[in-house]
């Protein structure tokens, strides 16, 4: 079991910068790939950003790419979602997810079998 609480969420100007954090519990945590998503209102849940259980492997969504930057810090069980030059576009809730397996692209909604609650970010033009 992998429980996914994300937190740093919030209002910010067209611009602006926003850092998500996903604390994570459970044993497993560092051996799996981690994962973004996000979900606009009216608009199916979408990949963000992968990264495999070491960091190796990275991948983002074309819309993303060169603005948001995904890490991960296996000793505090925390993965982050550095999000900068924030555009309204990028209003959505963001979700943390826990893969199935720890390498690989792994950028499918049914490679990842553990989610978080969701945080709020929303983007003023």
């Known amino acids: 079991q992998v429980q996914l609480v994300e937190s740093g969420g919030g209002l910010v100007q067209a611009g602006g910068s926003l850092r998500l954090s996903c604390a994570a519990s459970?044993?497993?945590?560092?051996?799996?790939?981690m994962g973004w998503f996000r979900q606009a209102p009216g608009k199916e849940r979408e990949f963000v950003a992968t990264?495999?259980?070491?960091?190796?492997?990275?991948y983002y969504a074309d819309s993303v790419k060169g603005r948001f930057t995904i890490s991960r810090d296996n000793a505090k069980n925390t993965v982050y979602l550095q999000m900068n030059s924030l555009k309204p576009e990028d209003t959505a809730v963001y979700y943390c997810?826990?893969?199935?397996?720890?390498?690989?692209?792994?950028?499918?909604?049914?490679?990842?079998?553990?989610w978080g609650q969701g945080t709020q970010v929303t983007v003023s033009s």
């Open positions: 997810a826990a893969a199935q397996i720890g390498e690989g692209v792994v950028a499918g909604r049914s490679q990842y079998n553990y």
């Open positions: 459970g044993r497993t945590f560092k051996s799996r790939a």
């Open positions: 990264l495999s259980w070491y960091g190796g492997t990275i």
